[in-house]
């Protein structure tokens, strides 16, 4: 993924391991606890009341079913959650996401390295489509703004029964070139810090062998409820074809990804749906809403389980290491100037810089 469209894809990878990675940890997997929907209020008010009074004049953030995102994302721990809820909190008032529009970040979305899809998939749910390799920017400002403003953008468009989101991988033109850690780190605090339980799927199109080999070496890292969120579809593979399929309305879908719709990415159509939704964003915040809050004003219960199967979006949030966090620079220079050989990873030879070799999890 990411940013820039996420600079994307390592980064859709890496997205999720910001803090295992750069730390060098491995955090136990957990088991999410079954608890009933009245332990699950108790929680939710006992986090509401360690926000103290701001709760109050943030509606949306401070919701029932906001507040149950964070709590599923920490495995019900209240102390943890709360962490979590309040530095989001401080970060949208400092960033103030809501506030970003189309003519902030035009340039980021020319070449539709990210956009939202103009169709939802089966269980209607919203599309974000990613295309690392049609990033076309350098500063990762930039990039990490057009990330928030399409996240913020796929919230506004959630169905009144949806919270969580698909995103929607595709790898054509994705090189070596396409990695960076510095980007990556930068993805990964916002999405898993302050986009807790949006992720509800994500497909990884046709990626190639040389991104196999990083996701192998980053599987140990992942939340294994993460993990499970990300599939691997080939055009080849008759039986990721039946993924598709079950998954989208193939005279929707795409044909970039299997799907009968012949239309690629329209930059003007889109950003004039841009320009639209931009309208209905300033009328929440001038009737006093935040942004964020607009699929929760719709969404009826958000402790019901979803007609789709539900999977929690637990990310780590460790900070990263000084000396690991110094060295993003060097490290990207050396990824940059090398490229693995597609024989080198089929037989298993994937020599990465020291930097980013992990050492196996304790």
């Not at 390592?10 to 957990?30: D, I, P, V």
């Not at 929690?312 to 949030?317: A, K, N, T, V």
Request: with cysteine.
């Amino acid at each position: 993924m990411l940013i820039s469209t996420i600079a994307m894809t390592s980064e859709a990878l890496n997205l999720y391991f910001h803090g295992e990675q750069m730390s060098f940890k491995k955090r136990e997997g957990t088991i999410e606890k079954a608890l009933t929907q009245e332990e699950q209020l108790l929680k939710i008010y006992e986090v509401r009341h360690m926000i103290g009074p701001i709760a109050d004049k943030l509606p949306a953030i401070c919701s029932e079913e906001s507040i149950a995102r964070y709590l599923r994302a920490r495995n019900w721990n209240t102390k943890k959650a709360g962490k979590m809820l309040k530095e989001t909190i401080k970060w949208r008032m400092e960033y103030k996401p809501e506030k970003i529009r189309w003519e902030n970040i035009a340039p980021e979305g020319e070449t539709g390295k990210i956009y939202r899809a103009n169709y939802f998939d089966k269980c209607g749910r919203t599309i974000l489509i990613m295309r690392p390799g049609f990033q076309n920017t350098s500063a990762v400002n930039g990039q990490i703004m057009y990330l928030v403003y399409c996240m913020e953008n796929a919230i506004l468009n959630l169905n009144s029964d949806q919270e969580q989101m698909v995103w929607l991988i595709d790898f054509q033109r994705w090189s070596s070139s396409s990695i960076s850690l510095k980007v990556t780190r930068e993805t990964a605090k916002v999405l898993q810090n302050h986009y807790p339980e949006r992720l509800g799927l994500g497909i990884l199109y046709n990626p190639p062998k040389i991104f196999e080999s990083f996701w192998t070496m980053v599987k140990p890292f992942l939340e294994p409820k993460t993990y499970k969120k990300m599939k691997f579809v080939y055009s080849d593979n008759p039986q990721s074809q039946k993924i598709m399929e079950d998954l989208f309305h193939m005279d929707k879908l795409e044909s970039a990804f299997g799907g009968k719709n012949s239309c690629g990415f329209d930059y003007q159509a889109f950003a004039q749906r841009m320009r639209e939704d931009d309208k209905k964003m300033s009328s929440f915040i001038d009737s006093g809403c935040s942004p964020s809050v607009i699929s929760e004003l719709q969404q009826s219960d958000a402790l019901a389980s979803d007609h789709c199967s539900e999977v929690s979006d637990e990310g780590g949030c460790s900070s990263c290491d000084e000396a690991a966090s110094s060295n993003l620079d060097v490290v990207d220079e050396k990824i940059q100037g090398q490229t693995l050989d597609s024989k080198d990873v089929a037989n298993g030879n994937t020599t990465l810089p020291k930097e980013m070799q992990m050492s196996e999890p304790a």
